[in-house]
């Protein structure tokens, strides 16, 4: 398994970009530790653990959910290469054992391409910074630990899905909140309690805790598959009705590759994990803000502008499950080039995805009493929206999930999508302080932002025309 998953990620990304990924991770770790004295004194020591040991959770949860709700389009994607988990289709091996032993795979995995880069460079971070190494191994491994229970939360949530959306919706909601009274009035984990405390009963709780939840996840799994019925009338007479409902995008793409691919959205069901992917960062996104706005001693208000500019950066996750509902390789016996592709795809997700990030932010935005900001709030996400998904389908193509992983495509994105963000989240947190300035600034910013999202569109059909989809 360990040697599939290399094969499959130097197969999508360079294997120079692949292996340099943990490089540029461990780069990662040796500034944190450069900067920890600093985000202490900013953040407090007890604030600023916690934070980093839900960063782990939080990632955790989402390599698990990358790892197992990912197989359905792996399948479509790769179906004639037969991966090992789909064993059990054909070989004497039950799906309970494959799937336990893909578990256990993902934390090898996830361990030795980002876990221990992180904590070499932060080794390195610690000879400059003068940090105790006994105490950054310790730290270390309650952070490991952190992710291991993130991962096996995912894993939980996989099985209950197996069995239905609405069990593993009932499912997440009970385990966060028994999560919740177990642990509320102690540190967010329980390897962090042990790492604060010295307490043996935390660390042996913190190991429990994602074993009980994998021995629950495997349990849960069977071989009984039920094939769901094939839904094939109607969808000739919907190609045409599609084909007249996006003629107004005959300028900037082709309207028939639009209506097949809003076909195969509905017919492969995507739009359902499309919609919880998106829901669940943002869902995350507001945990933290209440847990700042707890937890630290200096009052941060995350404004709805704020998450505007969250909102539209996370439209790259939508955006992502579009060039995962199946595989690209038949537009190769059609004159269709890769670049009609993802301008067609780019023109499905910006009409089909607006109402999910639009009710979200107008929620946040009453939740907040801040409908004053929301229509302020709307235009800097739909800016942020536009450029980062315009930069990402221009940088990436066909192959959003699997390019990121090559370090040089990844750390040109991190340079493109940050700073702006950055800027603007600034700006946001400023609006109290001067409106005219804030709002001035933010305007100029969703000016220039705008002007390179059509650059980055225009620039589709250059960077992609020769491309195959091979």
Known sequence: MLQEEIRLNTSFASGRGFYSFPILVAISGFLALIFTEQMMADMGYFQ????????????GIFAGSLAFFGNDFLERIFGYLGLIIGLPNTQPITQRKITFLYFIKEFIFYSFFTLVPAFIGGIIGAYYADINLLNLTKFSLSLSITFLSGLSFAYLISSLYRISWKTSIIGAGTTTIIYIIIFNNLSVTASLEWYLSNNL????????????????????????????????????????????????????????????????LQRSKTGIKMFFSFAFPLGILTFMNWFIDKGLPVQVDFNTIFYGVMVGFFGTMIY???????????????PISVADVVRARLVLFFTITWWIPLLFLTLISYMSSEINLLPIGIIVMITVGMY???????????????????????LKFFIVSVPPMIAMTILSLAIKYSISIVLISLSSICAILALLSIFFYNRIEAKWINESFD
């Open 48 to 59: 600023y653990l916690e934070i980093l040991h839900i960063g782990l959770m939080f990632y």
């Open 201 to 264: 009963n935390f660390i042996a709780i913190a190991i429990l805790i994602p074993i009980i939840l994998a021995i629950v996840a495997t349990l849960l799994i069977t071989d009984y598959h039920e094939q769901a019925p094939v839904q094939m009338i109607g969808y000739q007479n919907r190609f045409y009705e599609y084909i007249q409902k996006f003629a107004w995008a005959r300028n900037i793409s082709n309207p028939a590759i639009i209506s097949k691919e809003r076909i195969d």
């Open 320 to 334: 992502s499950w579009l060039n995962t509902i199946d595989n690209p390789h038949f537009y190769s016996t059609l």
């Open 388 to 410: 980062i998904v315009n930069y990402t389908a221009w940088s990436t193509g066909l192959r959003t999930n699997s390019a990121l992983f090559d370090s040089i495509v990844f």
